[in-house]
């Protein structure tokens, strides 16, 4: 499938913000590696669609719960497809592998990935999050690193079918999370600030379905998972 | 831009200062070209350090209001100050905050550009011709003078807090702020363009701030490309080969793209890549061969990657200079600017420069 040329504004919108992760990531000693540049990410799909496709490795992330001589990593590939018309987000599932390095080894700890759709199926929250057990299939050696993952211990084989609802955990959301999850209050009250606006500027997804629910008759006045099937009574 | 530009230049040699003078007045066309011979000093003043002596000559007249000092790098010969080198003009002229460029009349190596002297905290002129290094001068500084002038109305603009957002405003592509302040990540260089104390006058510090931005554009957002890029990148970048590129009817396909900006040479052009981005993206097309064939029609070839010429290219090698593939290069060196994501080495020069080029 061949490169092709986006609109700038969208891909200064992903290297603003993968930026401003990585300088709060470097902030608190930690790496933030990429396999490919950004312009190398956008290729055509079908139907005059594009698809992103992002891999980025985080190395060394804080961890108050690992002792120092163990190191976490993250290991996350972003899946997105976008409408060429809109430049609208129409898909988007972004796979998470929890890595920790100990004594020379690395093993994922835990692998779970967030998924939308907008053509979203029935009984499927509208976005979700699933635990797995499958690794992240990446050549470590793309961002410089010798290790080959190994899989889990523990099994997530009875968590595959639960899908727990999540609000948009697209890429900017997932970053956002682990900036949160990792980085500490002040780092991450810092980054929350730089990235405000570069949020607007990233492509959106239609949630045309969830907004009406949430919104709806004055019956509704809660914030329950159902609205995450709304799609499914449209 | 101020109307008057005035050149000094720093020459020993006799035969030589006379030879630039003329080519520089040539290019100046109605500016000043003052070679840096005549003065006066007492005999205590003639007892100091260099650095201060020149200092102090270059607030007198003639040399005063410098719009750009120009000096040979080797100026042992110089009465008065025998063994003097570049370091203690550039010295003088940081001290002054005048933008100098500095040439060494030997012809340059191929090896120059990437590997060139960037880390010196003034432009060094790589030496062809005395015609092409006069008119590399003037350049810059028209570039000097474009940024000395445009800098107070950037300045007073509050939400500029940074040097990239000034940048921006200067160059009239705030748009670009965020990549602008990519170039700067890891550049240790700002630290020496912080002016000491006492408090310098807002009028001085106006002219460092021009020092300082005008250095960093040429030698860096001008020189890797990412933000700008030069005729071969841009030809990869778009995917057209380098050849058809030059044709002046798929030229005018990008014209809007074109870099006008400070130092912008019409020899060497540039063109902004987020223009060419959204030229292309614009038409609906994949790439800017696929606009080209559209717009020009005629046999128009893909850019092919200088290592592996089956592959469509896309980068740009700062060794070789030509266009190389993703697959075929490394990028992401720590010495490369981050904001320079069209920047990579071939593989094959990566491997002949080995453990010096890093990781």
């Known amino acids: ?126 976005f979700h999050v699933q635990l797995v057990d499958s690794l992240i299939p990446h050549d470590l050696r793309t961002f410089g690193l010798d290790h080959t993952p190994r899989p889990p211990h523990q099994s997530n084989h009875e968590w595959i079918p639960s899908r727990i609802p999540t609000p948009d955990m697209t890429l900017a959301s997932v970053l956002y999370c682990l900036a949160a999850d990792h980085l500490g209050d002040e780092r991450f009250a810092q980054f929350e600030e730089r990235v405000r606006t570069i949020q607007d500027r990233l492509p959106v997804l239609r949630f045309d379905a969830l907004k009406q629910s949430l919104g709806a008759s004055k019956h509704l006045k809660h914030f329950k998972s159902s609205h995450w099937y709304a799609h499914s009574r449209a | 831009m101020p109307t008057k530009l005035k050149v000094v230049l720093f020459e020993d040699t006799e035969s030589t200062r006379s030879e630039l003078v003329k080519d520089l007045r040539q290019q100046l066309r109605g500016g000043e070209v003052v070679p840096f011979v005549d003065f006066r000093e007492t005999e205590s003043e003639a007892r100091r350090m260099y650095e201060d002596r020149i200092a102090d000559i270059l607030q007198r007249p003639p040399y005063a209001s410098a719009t750009l000092l120009l000096a040979d790098r080797n100026l042992a010969k110089s009465p008065n100050f025998l063994g003097l080198s570049v370091n203690a003009v550039a010295g003088a002229a940081r001290r002054l905050a005048i933008p100098i460029c500095s040439y060494a009349r030997q012809q340059a190596t191929d090896e120059y550009e990437w590997r060139g002297r960037w880390q010196e905290g003034h432009i060094v002129l790589s030496y062809e011709t005395d015609e092409e290094m006069a008119r590399k001068a003037v350049l810059a500084a028209k570039g000097f003078a474009t940024l000395t002038s445009n800098l107070p109305k950037a300045l007073r603009d509050k939400s500029n807090d940074s040097p990239a957002k000034v940048l921006a405003a200067v160059l009239g592509k705030p748009e670009y702020a965020d990549k602008i302040a990519l170039y700067s990540v890891g550049d240790q260089n700002r630290l020496s363009a912080i002016p000491p104390k006492p408090k310098e006058g807002k009028r001085q510090r106006t002219k460092r701030m021009a020092c300082f931005l005008g250095y960093w554009l040429w030698d860096s957002l001008l020189r890797y490309p990412g933000l700008l890029v030069n005729e071969t990148a841009a030809a990869s ?81 700062i060794i070789s200079k030509k266009p190389v593939s993703l697959e075929n290069s490394k990028g992401g060196l720590s010495w490369l600017p981050r904001g320079a994501d069209l920047t990579r080495i071939s593989n094959p020069q990566f491997e002949e420069f080995g453990p010096w080029l890093g990781t």
Not at chain 1, 71 to 99: C, F, G, H, P, Q
Not at chain 2, 256 to 267: S, V
């Open chain 1, 1 to 126: 499938m061949s490169v092709l040329t986006v609109p700038y504004d969208v891909v200064s919108a992903y290297e603003s913000f993968v930026e401003e992760f990585r300088k709060a990531v470097e902030g608190a000693d930690g790496q933030v590696l990429l396999a490919v540049p950004l312009k190398s990410c956008f290729v055509r799909a079908e139907r005059d669609n594009v698809n992103f496709d992002f891999y980025l490795y985080l190395k060394g992330c804080p961890c108050s719960k690992l002792p120092s001589r163990k190191r976490l990593d993250v290991l996350i590939r972003a899946k997105e497809t976008l409408e060429r018309k809109s430049w609208s987000l129409t898909r988007s599932t972004v796979y998470l592998n929890y890595l920790v390095l100990s004594n020379a080894k690395l093993r994922a700890i835990r692998c779970l990935h967030f998924d939308f759709d907008e053509m979203a199926q029935s009984g499927h929250p509208f």
């Open chain 2, 237 to 317: 970048h778009l995917n057209i080969a380098v050849k058809d590129f030059r044709k002046p009817r798929i030229r005018a396909v990008f014209e809007k793209a074109l870099y006008r900006g400070p130092f912008a040479d019409p020899r060497n052009p540039q063109w902004w890549r987020g223009i060419l981005d959204d030229i292309v993206s614009g038409k609906g097309v994949d790439d800017g061969l696929a606009l080209a064939r559209k717009a020009v029609g005629g046999k128009i070839d893909f850019c092919r990657c200088s290592v592996d010429r089956s592959r469509p290219a896309g980068y740009y090698c």
